[in-house]
């Protein structure tokens, strides 16, 4: 009989990573009248665009380029390694005729109906694989890049990784995840646009894979660390256990996977939206449990304050698993 994960542990955890809510704020929009507090969040709002935005694009530019000029690995292609399991492929559109600049906007201005309209990728969203059209967005992953290296190079005890990605999106965290100690990395991901116009794909087409995720995936290899951020919550919920077993076979005993699941249900392409307690039972299914307890709170606690653009603590569940 299995042994399900301990409650108090869960509730632990999720303070853990939980940032602690602004007084300042929660007093302003009390006290503050409605007219005030728009022209407090646009003035906000502009300053984050014209000033903040920026000057954290060239830190984490310079940050990227230091760990580029003293890396020692040396990085390995994997252009013959094949999926061996039957797969449809990604979502059938002609990635010439759209363009990616078009449906960033248009994702922009509907959050809330994101969805590419294909059957059977109802959590899809085109516009979720096209960050290289926007700095900030690229390079706010270069914190938890070198965020999942320390990791990695902390567990294994070895300078250099290999990483598979499932839902690698526009391809750019595999530069960074090779600045910072990646020797091998593969993406997968079922949406084809990058795959024809992001710079990241193009220059290594070799690192990636055009693949549905909502189907068992099996290269017949194991990854050192095997990550997926912001992916799960679009995986149809009855297609669940095909990831979930992906994820599986590409771990060794000493590997870990890294992620995230989405708290929110604001867009509909968030289709499978779950408490962390549930996500932890269903990878129990799979064999994945959390590392130790010491080791799971400082990298939860590690990953929780490199986030990126797209999600913080209050917005997703983070894992840290190993496999038993």
């Known amino acids: 009989m299995k042994t399900r994960v301990d409650e108090s542990l ?20 009390l006290v503050a009248p409605t007219p005030v507090l728009r022209f407090l969040t646009t003035t906000r709002s502009l300053l984050d665009q014209r000033i903040r935005r920026p000057y954290r694009v060239k830190q984490w530019k310079r940050e990227l380029s230091e760990a580029q000029r003293s890396r020692l690995e040396r990085t390995i292609e994997l252009p013959d390694l094949r999926n061996t399991l039957p797969n449809s492929g990604g979502i059938a559109i002609d990635t010439q005729t759209l363009d990616p600049r078009t449906i960033v ?27 290289w059209l926007e700095e900030y967005r690229h390079y706010s ?24 990605e499932l839902g690698s999106g526009w391809g750019g965290f595999r530069v960074l995840l090779q600045a ?28 990636y894979r055009l693949l549905n995720l909502q189907e068992k995936i099996d290269f017949r290899r194991k990854f050192d660390i095997v ?7 679009h995986i149809r919920e ?12 590409h771990l060794s005993p000493d590997s870990l996977f890294i992620g995230t699941a ?15 307690e549930w996500w932890l039972d269903r990878f129990q299914d799979h064999g994945l449990l959390p590392v130790c307890l010491a080791k799971e709170t ?21 894992f840290v698993l190993h496999k038993i």
């Open 10 to 29: 869960i509730e632990r955890e999720r303070q853990i990573v939980q940032p602690p809510k602004s007084a300042i704020k929660s007093f302003v929009k």
């Open 105 to 131: 906007e248009t994702g922009y201005c509907r959050v809330e109906k994101r969805s590419s309209g294909v059957a059977g990728f109802e959590g899809l969203a085109l516009d979720d694989a096209l960050g």
């Open 141 to 164: 992953f270069v914190p938890l890049a070198k965020a999942v290296s320390e990791i990695a190079r902390s567990h294994l005890g070895t300078t250099g990784f290999t990483t598979l």
């Open 180 to 207: 910072f100690g990646a020797t091998i990395y593969l993406g997968i991901d079922a949406n084809p646009l990058p795959f024809s116009h992001s710079p990241f794909m193009l220059e290594a087409p070799a690192s």
């Open 227 to 233: 990550c997926s951020f912001e992916v799960l919550e």
């Open 238 to 249: 009855d297609q669940l256990d095909n990831i979930l077993e992906t994820i599986s076979t």
């Open 262 to 276: 989405a708290l929110t249900d604001y867009t509909d392409v968030h289709v499978t939206v779950h408490p962390r």
């Open 298 to 318: 400082r990298w939860l606690r590690l990953l929780a304050s490199k986030h990126p653009f797209n999600w913080n603590a209050s917005t997703t569940s983070i």
